[in-house]
């Protein structure tokens, strides 16, 4: 079994920074992506930033160039600095890791952390 814990949510003012970290903890081989998704009310999941099988880096248009992905040495942290937040970035923010056991793929979620961006 693999935990994921999330911290760092909260309420921020426009414009304003969070950063966000998860760690994996447990039964892990071989991550094989790492990142961040977000839901936001009456709306789907999406993906925010992930760290591929390749070691690169995936994020949304919409938050690109003010969201930052990185990990720990270890590769089984991973963080998100978000910067000039803007009201629609409000969401739950999940952490997700993908881990290979052999040939199969299982998908881990964290509880989730919840961003409101308001004034």
């Known amino acids: 079994q693999v935990q994921l814990v999330e911290s760092g949510g909260g309420l921020v003012q426009p414009g304003g920074s969070l950063r966000l970290s998860c760690a994996a903890s447990?039964?892990?081989?071989?991550?094989?992506?790492m990142g961040w998704y977000r839901q936001a009310p009456g709306k789907q999941r999406e993906l925010v930033a992930i760290?591929?099988?390749?070691?690169?880096?995936r994020y949304a248009d919409s938050v690109k160039g003010r969201f930052t992905i990185s990990r720990g040495n270890a590769k089984n942290t991973v963080y998100l600095q978000m910067n000039s937040l803007k009201p629609e970035d409000t969401a739950v923010y999940y952490c997700?890791?993908?881990?290979?056991?052999?040939?199969?793929?299982?998908?881990?979620w964290g509880q989730g952390t919840q961003v409101i961006v308001s004034s």
């Open positions: 447990g039964s892990i081989s071989s991550i094989n992506a």
């Open positions: 997700n890791c993908v881990i290979l056991y052999g040939i199969t793929l299982r998908s881990y």
């Open positions: 760290f591929t099988s390749d070691d690169s880096t």
